[in-house]
């Protein structure tokens, strides 16, 4: 299959590099780094270790199925210059948070639009080199919860090259509970500065979070079940990981909590009920995404000692 992986950060470009083992790939993310892969190619460091070449730069061919790994909040403004540029191809969607499948649906149309989650744990290290922390489920399914041909073709492509992939008949749930994953493990590493792993001493906590979500879940008629023992397997599969949104907080970045927990807590109150953890991570999470590189950076070092 032909595949374009638009908005390459950390796990985008973990997907271009182990789907251009099988596959025809091209990336696009931001200049400086598709600039140092054409220079070196795609770095990959950890438990997945080469230098990949996919395409960085579009020939005019076809393409099969944009896979769109942009940050949230960036959805709608990155589906309307894909599809300007490359056509009326189907997008999947990997990205964190609430909402996604929605925004591109209006932009691209319901038929053009694939749910998906994946739990890779990925850090972006510099412009062409990344670290891949740990291995994750990836689960893809159409919206309307058919199992079509082209769902199929996917997920063999995705398994040939490697990706252990699943077909779900209910992808709106695996969002669900992803975003669940997300409000915990994002939200309190954000907050405590620390790897994945660290998050063992406070399962307490965690289960706390994933419960106030599936709360929130089931009022919009999602049952999501293991979600706390789902979290704990991410947290063990991915320990040596710094997760996307505490990368964004050491980089002095815009981060996705209010798609994530600030989603959660907006759905919790549709319903007349509060989702407080959600609530109180949103707010210091929004109150801290001013903090600069270097201050988020002498924190960690200063957990981890001299």
């Known amino acids: 299959m032909k595949f374009i992986i638009y908005g390459a950060g950390a796990l985008g470009s973990l997907f271009a590099a182990l789907l251009s083992r099988k596959h025809d790939v091209l990336i696009v993310g931001r200049e400086k780094h598709i600039e140092a892969i054409e220079k070196n190619g795609l770095i990959v460091e ?4 080469g230098v990949f070449h996919p395409e960085t730069r579009w020939d005019g061919s076809q393409y099969d199925l944009i896979i769109l790994t942009t940050k949230a909040y960036d959805t709608s403004q990155a589906t309307k210059e894909a599809r300007k540029k490359f056509g009326e191809i189907p997008f999947l969607s990997l990205q964190n948070g609430l909402k996604n499948e929605e925004k591109i649906a209006k932009i691209a149309g319901e038929k053009n639009v694939i749910g998906g ?10 412009y062409g080199r990344i670290k891949h922390a740990g291995y994750g489920e990836t689960v893809i399914g159409e919206m309307d919860g058919r199992v079509s041909d082209r769902i199929r073709k996917i997920a063999k492509a995705f398994n040939e090259a ?30 405590l500065k620390c790897k994945n792993g660290e998050l063992i001493k406070y399962k307490n906590l965690v289960k706390e979070i994933c419960d106030e979500g599936s709360m929130v879940a ?52 549709k ?36």
């Open 46 to 49: 950890g438990i997945t270790s």
């Open 162 to 191: 490697g990706i252990k992939t699943m077909v779900s008949e209910k992808i709106k749930e695996e969002i669900w509970r992803k975003a669940i994953i997300n409000s915990a493990i994002n939200g309190l590493t954000s907050i």
């Open 271 to 306: 319903h007349g009920i509060k989702a407080c953890y959600n609530i109180v991570l949103t707010k210091m999470i929004k109150e801290m995404e001013n903090v600069g590189t270097q201050v988020g950076l002498l924190v960690i070092k200063s957990r981890r000692g001299p």
């Open 218 to 269: 089931r009022k919009e008629g999602f049952t999501i079940e293991n979600a706390f023992e789902k979290t704990m397997e991410v947290i063990e599969r991915t320990a040596d990981n710094y997760s996307s949104m505490l990368q964004d907080i050491m980089k002095g970045k815009k981060t996705e909590v209010e798609e994530i927990n600030g989603e959660i807590a907006k759905v919790a109150n």
């Open 117 to 126: 989650i994946t739990n890779h744990g990925v850090t972006f290290l510099e």
